[in-house]
């Protein structure tokens, strides 16, 4: 065994999940679906990071709603979905490891003991169990999608409080992108923001910036179209609402997608 598997093991006992699952990895659709935030669980060896289970059920812990829409689009679009199944409180795999905030001490005020003094080695074990196997997973559909000469429009899939720092916010939705290819990101700003019951914010209520890692990491080396789209929470919550938007985007996805048609292949 040798230093990287250790450090899995230490981290991640038999009784706890895998750091990702791949809902129908066969999909024939051009869509990539991923989900950096979509689990909420701890390995039972960091105890719950000392946070109750209320706090992290919060959108500290999980982007709420966004692992039943990534599964449901998934069988709409017939498109597989990459989910990671840790907290983002253990590790954000939307951030650079290297980074503070990606094992956040506090998070929305409220403070998470187990992420106080972490050593390099602790960091390098969350690293290892759960950030790199999961990017690993996403690079691999990938490759083997461009080596099978096929389509691939990345689609990032996150949720957003609807108050953040006592300032709310009124977007139903919002589009984030930066660079590389934005084609299919500001195609399906304009499509989401026909829909008349919609108030969508064009990066809002986050904007695209160096804090971003996945779609950086695996859309621009390659020029892949990408999108990565914020929810607000209190429209997940429940089944119906989850359903409701997952017919929404796919059927706005595919009326996107010839915006992506000279993706490279």
């Given at each position: 065994?040798?230093?990287?598997?250790?450090?899995?093991?230490?981290?991640?006992?038999?009784?706890?999940?895998?750091?990702?699952?791949?809902?129908?990895?066969?999909?024939?659709?051009?869509?990539?679906?991923?989900?950096?935030?979509?689990?909420?669980?701890?390995?039972?060896?960091?105890?719950?990071?000392?946070?109750?289970?209320?706090?992290?059920?919060?959108?500290?812990?999980?982007?709420?709603?966004?692992?039943?829409?990534?599964?449901?689009?998934?069988?709409?679009?017939?498109?597989?979905?990459?989910?990671?199944?840790?907290?983002?409180?253990?590790?954000?795999?939307?951030?650079?490891?290297?980074?503070?905030?990606?094992?956040?001490?506090?998070?929305?005020?409220?403070?998470?003991?187990?992420?106080?003094?972490?050593?390099?080695?602790?960091?390098?074990?969350?690293?290892?169990?759960?950030?790199?196997?999961?990017?690993?997973?996403?690079?691999?559909?990938?490759?083997?999608?461009?080596?099978?000469?096929?389509?691939?429009?990345?689609?990032?899939?996150?949720?957003?409080?609807?108050?953040?720092?006592?300032?709310?916010?009124?977007?139903?939705?919002?589009?984030?992108?930066?660079?590389?290819?934005?084609?299919?990101?500001?195609?399906?700003?304009?499509?989401?923001?026909?829909?008349?019951?919609?108030?969508?914010?064009?990066?809002?209520?986050?904007?695209?910036d160096a804090t971003d890692h996945s779609v950086p990491r695996h859309a621009y080396p390659t020029g892949l179209p990408y999108l990565e789209l914020e929810i607000r929470q209190d429209l997940l919550v429940s089944g119906a609402g989850v359903a409701g938007w997952a017919?929404?985007?796919?059927?706005?996805?595919?009326?996107?997608?010839?915006?992506?048609?000279?993706?490279?292949?």
């Amino acid at each position: 065994m040798d230093q990287e598997d250790m450090r899995r093991t230490a981290l991640i006992g038999p009784d706890d999940p895998p750091p990702f699952t791949i809902i129908n990895p066969e999909g024939q659709a051009s869509f990539l679906l991923i989900g950096d935030h979509a689990g909420d669980a701890v390995p039972a060896s960091l105890d719950g990071l000392g946070v109750s289970a209320a706090e992290r059920a919060r959108h500290i812990g999980r982007d709420i709603g966004t692992a039943r829409l990534g599964m449901l689009l998934a069988a709409a679009l017939d498109a597989p979905f990459v989910a990671q199944t840790y907290s983002r409180l253990v590790i954000d795999c939307n951030r650079d490891p290297a980074s503070t905030d990606a094992m956040p001490a506090v998070s929305d005020g409220t403070v998470i003991p187990a992420n106080a003094a972490l050593s390099p080695a602790d960091r390098a074990a969350r690293t290892c169990a759960i950030h790199a196997p999961y990017h690993a997973a996403i690079a691999a559909l990938i490759a083997h999608r461009l080596a099978s000469e096929r389509r691939i429009v990345l689609i990032s899939l996150h949720s957003f409080t609807p108050v953040m720092g006592g300032i709310g916010r009124p977007w139903h939705a919002g589009v984030l992108h930066d660079g590389g290819d934005t084609r299919f990101a500001r195609a399906m700003l304009a499509a989401l923001r026909t829909e008349p019951d919609l108030l969508v914010g064009d990066n809002e209520p986050y904007r695209m910036d160096a804090t971003d890692h996945s779609v950086p990491r695996h859309a621009y080396p390659t020029g892949l179209p990408y999108l990565e789209l914020e929810i607000r929470q209190d429209l997940l919550v429940s089944g119906a609402g989850v359903a409701g938007w997952a017919a929404r985007l796919a059927r706005l996805f595919r009326a996107a997608l010839p915006f992506a048609a000279t993706s490279p292949i």
